[in-house]
């Protein structure tokens, strides 16, 4: 078992920035690929990004390219979501997950998922 907890989340004007973290718990946290996945109301969850087991390796959605970036400590078993130029559209609630599988990029192929920390970007 994975235990993971976001924060970092919270209300933001359009154009500041945030960093979200996702602390983990349990068992190796350098053998899984971690994501960022968001959900607004209404909608489907949407993949965000993720990293690979040893952050070499990163991919992101289209409509956060550029201004989001994930990154890993895995002596703090810890990743990061840092969100930069954000805009109203990115208000969603976020969500940290754990895979075991190669370059995920679809909810189904991670295992463990946190609860989520909402982030509200004001225009």
């Known amino acids: 078992q994975v235990q993971l907890v976001e924060s970092g989340g919270g209300l933001v004007q359009a154009g500041g920035s945030l960093r979200l973290s996702c602390a983990a718990s349990?068992?190796?946290?350098?053998?899984?690929?971690m994501g960022w996945f968001r959900q607004a109301p209404g909608k489907e969850r949407e993949f965000v990004g993720q990293?690979?087991?040893?952050?070499?390796?990163?991919y992101y959605a289209d409509s956060v390219k550029g201004r989001f970036t994930i990154s890993r400590d895995n002596a703090k078993n810890t990743v990061y979501l840092q969100m930069n130029s954000l805009k109203p559209e990115d208000t969603a609630k976020y969500y940290c997950?754990?895979?075991?599988?190669?370059?995920?990029?679809?909810?189904?192929?991670?295992?463990?998922w946190g609860q989520g920390t909402q982030v509200t970007v004001s225009s």
């Open positions: 990293i690979g087991w040893n952050g070499g390796s990163t």
């Open positions: 997950a754990a895979s075991p599988r190669l370059l995920p990029r679809r909810s189904y192929e991670y295992d463990y």
């Open positions: 349990g068992r190796t946290f350098s053998k899984y690929a």
